[in-house]
């Protein structure tokens, strides 16, 4: 069965330090792997999404993430953070066609960036 | 491209009353719907997926009696809340998962900005 476990339900940094947000995942077939950001009240915006080819994907507002399939993991990295930063971040599988295209969702980790 | 809308954004109900929420697509056609309920400072729960022209499956432990799906178009899928209750105010999300054919979005569902529900 396919799960997300993100690691660290908040996660603090300074302004323009590294930020890193850890994302471990258990599929049963290749994953279609997503970095969702939510601002408050708000409904889920794509970061990035890896789905074949290249393991290192960038994405929007300078995030990147790589597939690393031996460690089941696809982190989500910043080098440098900035205030508007600040949001609930969803690492997400798709369970694919066999799934019906369901995704499972981790429980999210609050980013906090400080002045 | 690929936007979801919904409608209202936010409303607020008296207990025992019924609250639809609107789905759209607006810029192209989605054969799957998905809709997610949304406590404070928690994930996204799947509720239902909703396929057009077809009845919607649930996930166990959503009432489909209480949460009803309908999906009349391709653009358009509506979630009803039938006779709300306090507990039932949450903010809910629905995703679109873009039609056969267009690779590039292969497996990604585009999110509507939510709507969020306070019954009374």
């Known amino acids: 069965a396919q799960s997300v476990t993100q690691l660290g339900s908040h996660v603090s940094v300074s302004e323009g330090a590294l930020v890193l947000l850890r994302c471990n995942y258990s599929?049963?077939?290749?994953?279609?792997l997503f970095w969702y950001v939510q601002y408050p009240n708000q409904g889920l915006q794509l970061l990035l999404k890896?789905?074949?080819?290249?393991?290192l994907v960038k994405g929007i507002n300078g995030f990147e993430a790589e597939f690393k399939k031996s460690e089941t993991s696809f982190h989500l990295t910043k080098p440098s953070a900035h205030m508007s930063d600040a949001a609930e971040y969803f690492c997400a599988v798709s369970l694919g066609n066999t799934g019906g295209f369901k995704t499972i969702f981790g429980a999210g980790t609050r980013l906090f960036v400080k002045a | 491209g690929a936007v979801v809308s919904q409608h209202p954004s936010w409303v607020i109900c008296k207990s025992g009353t019924s609250v639809k929420i609107e789905c759209r697509s607006l810029d192209f056609q989605a054969t799957t719907m998905f809709w997610y309920r949304q406590f404070p400072k928690q994930s996204l729960m799947l509720m239902a997926t909703s396929n057009e022209g077809s009845k919607a499956t649930y996930e166990q432990g959503v009432e489909k009696d209480k949460f009803l799906i309908n999906h009349a178009s391709l653009t358009l899928s509506t979630l009803t809340v039938t006779s709300a209750h306090p507990e039932d105010s949450s903010f809910y999300i629905c995703s679109a998962r873009v039609a056969e054919g267009l690779a590039t979005h292969y497996n990604e569902q585009f999110f509507g900005p939510g709507t969020r529900l306070t019954v009374l």
């Open positions: 890896y789905t074949t080819g290249a393991t």
């Open positions: 599929s049963s077939v290749p994953p279609y």
